[in-house]
């Protein structure tokens, strides 16, 4: 069953989607050569806790406990990296992914941050991985179909130009979700599409989906390091992963962990997005 909120209900999430907002700021503008990845937890901690909200990454999650506020993931690493004392170095990227819940209410998103001057083909990676986000957030509209979010990811990202060293792997086995009053919920959704899987459900008001691809230079496939959480591509290539938390309205998309709600993006592909419900 997919959760529908009511429009008071999807602006409690907006709350909670712009701590994230916050959360992830912070940790941007923090990333340095240098940094490690447990100061960027502490710093996410810390804006997490003063805006009166709780981390729902560091909770119970398929039999496991996560041990931080922020998943931190670096180079080939593609999700569910551990913060902890590894030191960022220039040419690194690093995959920054956090949430947090608000009076019940819970927000998602990532971001990919370059650490110093990267190669060019990293950079194309982090490109063409947030464009292909935010091409599956243009189809959060009623009528649509959850394969509609997939096809536009996929299709977006296939066709970008190759990078000079590799090609774009879409990662298996991981994607977006449903999110609401748990982090994780129905639907599954696919940043492919995936023959035989059918249309899905439809998009109605009051859907709300994080939309998360997750790109690498190289393969599609992935492997879980023995921490149980880290997961990185099984070829060595580095990978990118974007993320927001987006509900589907009356009056178009609502990019709840963006601060703008999504206009700026979302008008760039003719598309309008919802007003923000808290003004």
Not at 61 to 80: D, K, M, Q, R
Not at 166 to 180: A, D, L, P, R
Request: net charge negative; proline share 6%.
């Amino acid at each position: 069953m997919v959760e529908i909120k009511t429009p008071e209900q999807i602006a409690k999430m907006r709350v909670a989607g712009l701590v994230v907002a916050e959360a992830l700021k912070a940790c941007r503008e923090a990333v340095a050569p240098g940094v490690t990845t447990q100061e960027l937890n502490d710093i996410a901690d810390k804006v997490i806790t003063d805006h009166g909200a709780t981390s729902n990454f560091r909770a119970h999650h398929g039999g496991l406990w996560f041990p931080g506020v922020i998943c931190a993931s670096v180079n080939n690493e593609v999700v569910h990296g551990i913060p902890g004392d590894r030191v960022l170095q220039e040419g690194d990227v690093i995959s920054i992914d956090c949430g947090a819940i608000v009076d019940g209410w819970h927000g998602d998103a990532a971001i990919t941050v370059p650490v110093g001057a990267v190669a060019p083909e990293v950079e194309m990676l982090s490109r063409v991985t947030e464009g292909s986000m935010w091409a599956g957030i243009a189809q959060m509209k009623k009528s649509n179909r959850l394969v509609d979010v997939s096809k536009a990811i996929e299709g977006f990202i296939r066709r970008q130009p190759l990078p000079p060293k590799g090609k774009w792997g879409i990662t298996e086995g991981y994607g977006g979700h449903g999110i609401g009053t748990a982090m994780h919920m129905e639907p599954h959704v696919l940043n492919y599409v995936e023959r035989g899987r059918g249309k899905g459900p439809k998009l109605v008001p009051g859907t709300v989906l994080a939309i998360e691809p997750m790109v690498s230079l190289g393969t599609p496939h992935t492997s879980v390091l023995e921490d149980d959480w880290t997961v990185v591509t099984n070829d060595g290539t580095w990978a990118s992963h974007w993320e927001h938390s987006v509900a589907v309205t009356e009056h178009g998309p609502l990019v709840l962990t963006a601060f703008d709600g999504g206009k700026a993006q979302l008008a760039a592909l003719g598309v309008t997005a919802a007003p923000d419900p808290l003004g």
